[in-house]
């Protein structure tokens, strides 16, 4: 079984990581615009499009690079041995760039300045727990469907479990540290002050360790191959073998 080139699955971590990011921000604005001044229904419709996004960009380019858009999901991987440790550090930067970048493309879609510096702070204990159990169960989502060969329900299973984290959580679920740091380049709906987003990383960090511990404890023996299949199966071009 041969491995899709690195250049390949970078290219589409940070096409997927772009699309994502304009996706949550790009709703969000719509939301504000579509539904000004009710907040229920504004997050409402920043969480189904967040959700269908997902669900379709995983489909996009998960054959390619597993889609994983989450630098948290890449290490995680690789301590499972589904990637090496240096494919997830190049991964790493490639998401981070992605996400900056559809800040600055949803921006221009709705007629905004390309880079609005958010003033939403969202730093507090609440959201900082919050980060904690949206990333543990994102992690848990992923592996599980990994580990027991439902790797094909993962753009539906995780864009179900987003969009319900939108509202179950108190910091409506980023998960995700390369798009925290793309959100601080939208002052809009879906932005987030530069000064909270070392709170949001480091909690979810901490929700990817805990989920490594949980992962083990319930589904012992996860193969280097069956994480290999993290987000979805993607060891294999579409013709069956690598391409030049």
């Known amino acids: 079984m041969s491995e899709v080139a690195l250049w390949r699955r970078l290219s589409a ?4 990581s772009a699309f994502l990011t304009a996706v949550v921000i790009g709703s969000g604005i719509a939301a504000q615009q579509l539904s000004p001044g009710n907040i229920g229904l504004e ?3 920043n969480a189904a499009a967040t959700a269908a996004g997902l669900y379709a960009l995983i489909l996009m380019v998960g054959p390619v690079s597993g889609a994983h858009f989450n630098p948290v999901v890449s290490f995680v991987d ?3 041995g589904g990637l090496s440790f240096r494919d997830a550090a190049a ?3 490639t998401q981070v760039a992605g996400c900056i970048t559809g800040a600055i493309v949803a921006n221009l879609m709705f007629s905004r300045a390309a880079v609005s510096i ?16 949206a990333t543990l169960g994102l992690i848990l ?4 469907l990994a ?3 439902r790797g094909s329900s993962a753009p539906a299973a995780v864009g179900a479990y987003i969009g319900a984290a939108y509202f179950f959580t108190s910091s409506t679920s980023f998960a995700n540290p390369a798009i925290a740091v793309g ?5 809009t709906f879906a932005g987030i002050a530069p000064t909270s987003v070392p709170l949001f990383v480091a909690a979810e960090v901490i929700g990817g360790l805990l989920a490594f511990g949980v992962i083990k404890v319930l589904y012992p023996g996860v193969t280097a191959a069956e994480a290999a299949d993290v987000v979805v199966p993607h060891q294999l071009d579409h013709h069956g073998e690598e391409s030049p």
Do not use: C, K, N, Q
């Open 13 to 16: 971590e940070f096409i997927g």
């Open 43 to 45: 997050l409402f419709e």
């Open 78 to 80: 690789a301590a499972f």
């Open 91 to 93: 991964y790493l930067p």
């Open 118 to 133: 958010s003033t939403h702070h969202r730093a507090s204990t609440a959201h900082f727990l919050s980060e904690i159990v």
């Open 141 to 144: 989502v992923i592996f599980a």
């Open 147 to 149: 580990r027991t060969g």
């Open 183 to 187: 959100r601080m380049f939208s002052d």
